[in-house]
């Protein structure tokens, strides 16, 4: 048994066989195969083994005739591999003792051996384990040709292993199939485990070297409430987790009775408690764990995942659909946050070298204008079927804001011409997402009808930490004080100019904070569909004067480790059950 702590990003356990995806996404099974198979199966592990060799003997001269003799011997590190009797006669023990099928001996054996290259103190050595990898994905590339099985093809539970998946793989993942998922990368606030939260799939991250540490069929148990994965556990641990698990799960149920109760303080004061979405279904979830709206309508899943634009008529449904889910409740629809970590078919054509600063979300509309207008079209529309708000993304200043609201214009004039009905009164607002418009909030408050602060960017531009990088997570925290600073400016503005206040990133989902949020006066708490409950909780826990006392000593602090330390204190006594 083995056990590694990564970083937790979605709630919930599962215990179940793991498959693991290479990075091109291809499963390797633990297949096993007839004894009759063995010679048939060794021999096409030797052709794989002569095709690989052949290809990385090709790719050394190409290399070294194009940029010199020195540059192509790196392939003599795989070259070496892949005749080395050791580890050829390792591989075909297990086809032939074992009865394996020659992908997963590949995979076994290999990924062993990049475990031992990792361990290595030797930095020269450690950095071979690239190599084993390359060498691993070509064996099996010339093993399984076009046979890959895919994802999609589970008919058991499985826990997925994986170097990273994207948002849009996680989005289309069979919640029926796929208990958990744990990677090697990731942070805490990536879209990926934003979706797979959403989706309410426990997922551990940032576990640097889980797809070299589990093989395929390995038992395994996510822990997505401690961030731990469990390899190979012994009978008295899954006894633990099974224990663990039951806990969870009552708590889940007790919290469920709150679903009908409202967000109001101890004093009475109420909070709008709202969910995030990024499918219209989600819209569901949200009602059955106690949202009173939506706060954040995450439109770019429109795109994800296909070769085409959506039509006026797509986003129209998609919208169509979610406001009639909701039954008269407010919706807040975020045009569209394409690019950095959301790609569309339209990214292809850009290579940026730092996307998160590059042309995202609102730029990428403004130079996309034909598309913003289609999806201006359609949220007007919808907006005839109920309550519904337009929020601009990563507005940076004025003039991206003045431009939207032109082309906004524009388009009701259109529809106006053609007769179409909207809701002439749509309030529209812009997330708070960079601290530059966090700054000038005081001058935006005059041209907007609502802020929403988006905290998972808004943490990652002011601390400069890249919210999707595991190697830089320890930075990453809303509870800086700088980011707290930028925060109470924000309130402070929006108050004083009458202006609603949200907060839609995922710091106003963790209950930490909710105490702070309330007391600078924030007037909607939109958050992740699965913490929504967890997050009532935490308001009816306290009273206003409460959030305002911890507030006031929060601004104290010139650490995030003294605010983060005090509020988990605070946590602590407010809400005991959570931390049981
Ligand atoms: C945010 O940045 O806090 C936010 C809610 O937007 P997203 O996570 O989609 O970037
Ligand atoms: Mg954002």
Redesign the pocket.
Known sequence: MEIRKGIAVSPGMAIAPAIVLDSEQFRIPRRSIEPSEVAAELARFQQAVERAQAEVRDLRERVSADVGEKLGAIFDVQDALLTDAHVLSEIRELVEREHYAPEYAVSTILRNYAKKFLALPNRYMAERVSDVYDVEKRLLRNLIGAKRESIGTLTEPVIIIAHDLTPSQTASLDRSKILAFATDIGGR?S?TT?VARAMGIPAVVGLKTITADVSGGDSVIVDGNRGLVIMNPDEPTIARFREADLRFRRMELELGDLRDSPAVTLDGHETKLWG?IEFPHDVETCLARGASGVG?Y?TEFLYLDREDDPTEEDHFQAYAEAISLLKGRPITI?TC?LG?DKFTHLSGDYDERNPFLGCRSIRFSLQHIGLFKTQLRAILRASALGPTRIMF?LITNLKELRQAKMLLADVREDLEEEGLEFDPDIKVGI?I?VPSAAIMARNFARECDFF???????T?YTLAVDRSNERVASYYTPGHPAVLRLIRTVCEAALDAGVEIAV????AGEPTYVPVLLGLGVHVLSVSPATLLEIKKMIRSLSMDQAREVCDKVFQFDSDREVDAYLAEITRRLLPELFA
């Open positions: 606030t879209h934003i995030n954040l995450r975020r946050d950095a993304p997330m997402e929403s602060i988006g905290t998972n960017d808004l990652q839609c990133g995922e710091m």
